[in-house]
């Protein structure tokens, strides 16, 4: 019987050291809530708020049902369906598209310097732009080649029924008819955690999707981040509105993080109440990935006792 009882208290030890660790983490979740809720309270708009930790799943939602305007956050969908199409075989990133008079749009800083029936670019160029620089006109050649309704099927199949692609970039007339592009925070994080769970794309593909998000842009979610650290997010923002959705690849314990805003009275405000939000969650789970159970926090290059 004494093997037996020594194993119970071993078990009975390792579930005590396990709960004492949860509860230690759950005090970090609480004081992150507290920060949120706070920066809710003093936000002159709407605000929600959903975030994933990729390693254990857990989930934080603050108005994350609600629906807003996703501006050009719902890029993040048009680039996850381009990439399922490349890897099922429907089309190539390495397609060769020719630049039309046609495609033009405001806001797009790149393909408006270009020179319409002679520039030839990759279909991976030109997603490039619209991840980049947000290029309006390379978004809707992409809506163009991969199908709007495609995008939405992909989107209903995760069960995403509330984020919807219902107009091109820079379609005022849709827009002002009430088809807007629309999303919800809860809705961004689930997208963004099955790619990286790899139910969307396989390996080889995910991992090119998230270098293809992370690329250099300015957006809040990174804005007071260290740099270096890798962040695969994609910004929104429209008059009033003001978003950010992406995955933060902090070692060892990697997050998903959506911020939608929407009715704000100063832009700046959502902005800065996107990027408070980003650091705390950071600052949370920098240390979760570089703890022991016990809540040591170990740096690179600390060796003190």
């Not at 393909?111 to 030839?120: A, E, I, Q, S």
């Amino acid at each position: 019987m004494r093997p037996f009882i020594c194993l119970l208290l071993l078990t009975a030890t390792g579930f005590a050291q396990i709960n004492t660790a949860e509860a230690k983490r759950q005090v970090l979740w609480q004081k992150l809530e507290a920060s949120i809720n706070e920066v809710d309270r003093n936000l002159d708009g709407v605000m929600g708020v959903a975030i994933v930790d990729l390693t254990d799943h857990r989930q934080y939602f603050l108005h994350a049902d609600e629906v807003f305007p996703t501006a050009s956050s719902i890029k993040i969908a048009v680039l996850t369906e381009l990439y399922r199409q490349a890897q099922a075989g429907k089309l190539k990133l390495t397609d060769i598209y020719t630049l039309q008079a046609s495609d033009l749009v405001p806001d797009s800083d790149i393909m408006n310097g270009l020179t319409p029936g002679v520039t030839k670019v990759t279909l991976r160029d030109v997603a490039t732009m619209m991840v980049a620089v947000s290029d309006n006109a390379a978004t809707n050649v992409l809506i163009d080649r991969v199908g709007m309704e495609n995008v939405n099927a992909m989107l209903d199949s995760l069960g995403l029924t509330h984020m919807r692609l219902r107009r091109k970039m820079m379609d005022l007339k849709a827009a002002s008819e009430g088809r807007e592009n629309v999303g919800t925070p809860h809705e961004f994080v689930v997208l963004l955690q099955d790619v990286y769970d790899g139910k969307v794309l396989n390996k080889a593909m995910t991992d090119d999707f998230f270098k293809m998000l992370s690329t250099h842009k300015d957006s809040w979610i990174p804005r007071d981040l260290p740099e270096g650290l890798k962040v695969a997010d994609k910004p929104g923002a429209l008059e009033g509105v003001r978003n950010d959705s992406g995955v933060v690849f902090v070692a060892n314990r990697p997050y998903a993080l959506s911020v939608m805003t929407s009715y704000l009275r100063k832009e700046r405000d959502g902005e800065d109440a996107i990027s408070r939000i980003s650091l705390d969650a950071y600052r949370m789970f920098d240390r979760f990935g570089r703890a022991s159970e016990y809540g040591r926090v170990v740096s690179p290059g600390n060796g003190s006792n």
